[in-house]
């Protein structure tokens, strides 16, 4: 393929930073089109009034428009940046719908592009945001409306008004409504994709990912954070003996009452079967041993609905600068085994071959 279609299909292709939530990963594929259709529009816009129109002033407007556009869309790609971009990509769109009409002086055909506003600002910013900027933007329509009244000999003002507002309104509320709803489906979709649907705790996609993010804030602020493994001893007597619905029962048993003694910053996951995952953010090799100890505790003194008495093994470590994540979990992995091994019902720290209840 030639370098410049080369070129051009990267400017298309959206950040795979993105790729991960499929709402955000629509939001920027909206907006990476929207800031390069309008750095055209705007561009051939400068060059028509410069050229044909010899109106320099406003041209020089428009690009220095272009240039902020071209700004925004580096921002975007080279920093992940939604927000940002996303309000200058609908504030410069706003403007130039509103240029139109101005222009038009009084004819009512740019009225009918209105409804661009909002067909690209719910997407772009979610109907609470997007329905504050509509608002503004119907201000501004009336306000334009208002001076057209005023200064310019229109024929049926009252009938044009009226027009104007029904298209805003219901146009508005429709797109409004679809994208409420759209989203709704989404999050649910994003949320299912998430979660483990038994325990309603994170899944197993989810922890490697906040595991990843916790790395990296560990290498940005030099801080530790520690991890524990849990694992239900002899889960499996429990499902051959008690059957599947009482292992069910015990393992969203036993992610409640996990969840009761966490942080709202820790992030607690079902890693597999009846292994559980705890990443505890800023905290210490002892304080996630004194975490452990008092975990045993819990569940060594709760009794499970129609299995009674339930254990747990614990393996647990801290991660900190210059640690390796490979090594890192493996050796969690080997901690927890070494408890397993050497009774169950305990918990045992990576670097200490004597485990501890």
């Not at 030639?2 to 990267?10: A, F, I, N, Y």
């Not at 050229?51 to 428009?62: D, K």
């Not at 041993?289 to 614990?314: C, I, K, M, N, W």
Request: net charge positive.
């Amino acid at each position: 393929m030639p370098m410049p279609l080369q070129s051009l299909k990267r400017l298309l292709e959206t950040p795979q930073r993105f790729a991960r939530d499929p709402l955000l990963f629509r939001r920027a594929q909206l907006l990476n089109f929207t800031l390069l259709a309008l750095i055209a529009v705007m561009t051939i816009a400068a060059l028509f009034n410069l050229i044909v129109l010899g109106n320099s002033t406003l041209a020089r407007i428009q690009l220095a428009m272009v240039a902020t556009i071209l700004l925004a869309l580096w921002h975007f790609r080279r920093r992940a940046s939604l927000q940002g971009p996303a309000w200058l990509a609908s504030s410069c769109a706003g403007a130039m719908l509103l240029y139109l009409i101005i222009q038009a002086k009084g004819d009512s055909t740019p009225y009918l592009m209105l409804l661009l506003y909002p067909l690209f600002a719910y997407p772009l910013h979610g109907p609470r945001a997007a329905t504050l900027a509509y608002l503004v933007f119907v201000a501004a329509v009336l306000a334009v409306f208002a001076y057209d009244w005023l200064h310019w000999d229109v024929l049926n003002p009252a009938r044009k008004l009226f027009n104007t507002l029904v298209t805003l309104v219901v146009g508005g509320g429709i797109i409004y409504y679809y994208e409420h709803t759209r989203e709704e489906t989404l999050n649910r979709i994003r949320i299912l994709s998430m979660t483990d649907p038994l325990t309603g705790l994170w899944n197993r996609t989810m922890f490697d990912e906040m595991l990843a993010r916790e790395i990296a804030k560990t290498g940005r602020h030099q801080r530790c954070f520690s991890l524990i493994l849990l694992d239900l001893d002899h889960f499996k007597r429990i499902n051959d003996t008690l059957g599947h619905d009482v292992g069910d029962a015990v393992l969203h048993e036993f992610a409640r009452l996990l969840a009761t003694r966490t942080r709202a910053s820790d992030s607690l996951a079902r890693w597999g079967g009846e292994e559980f995952a705890l990443i505890l953010p800023d905290t210490s090799r002892r304080q996630a041993e004194q975490l452990a100890r008092d975990l045993l505790g819990t569940v060594r003194a709760h009794r499970f609905p129609r299995a009674g008495r339930v254990t747990a093994s614990l393996g647990v470590g801290t991660f900190c600068p210059g640690n390796d994540r490979a090594t890192f979990f493996r050796a969690i992995d080997q901690a927890l085994y070494r408890a397993k091994r050497q009774g169950r019902d305990r918990y045992a720290m990576t670097e200490d071959d004597q485990a501890a209840d």
